[in-house]
């Protein structure tokens, strides 16, 4: 698959779990994650290239995914990212919590989405 590729499942994966956890269905979401996560787990392979393709997702007209992945890009796109979060923190719905609790992770040192 190539890097695009890639970013493009991540976003519609992320997109679907959003959806499923509105509905209620945790095990459509749960399945949705596990197929992000493999995308994230390819583009983290190529390193800083695989960062670089995931960081599109910062302009991304859905909240959902723009804070899913500036969750994941925190350490390689601190500035961009941490605007990302704390707009969503501001937005309220489904991501919101998220955003709160990875900017707090990150803010007291305990945060570790993106192992160098």
Known sequence: MTLEELVDQ?????????????????????????????ALQQLRAQGDAGR??????????????????AGFLLRYRTAEAKAVLEAAAKEGGVGALDAIM?????????WALDPE
């Open 10 to 38: 991540f976003a519609r994966n992320v997109a679907a779990q959003t959806d499923a956890i509105r509905r209620g269905d945790a095990k459509t979401g749960n399945r949705h994650a596990k197929q992000y996560i493999a």
């Open 52 to 69: 670089e393709a995931l960081a599109v997702l910062l302009t991304h007209p859905r909240t959902d995914i723009r804070a899913m992945a």
């Open 102 to 110: 990875t900017l707090r992770h990150w803010e007291n040192g305990t």
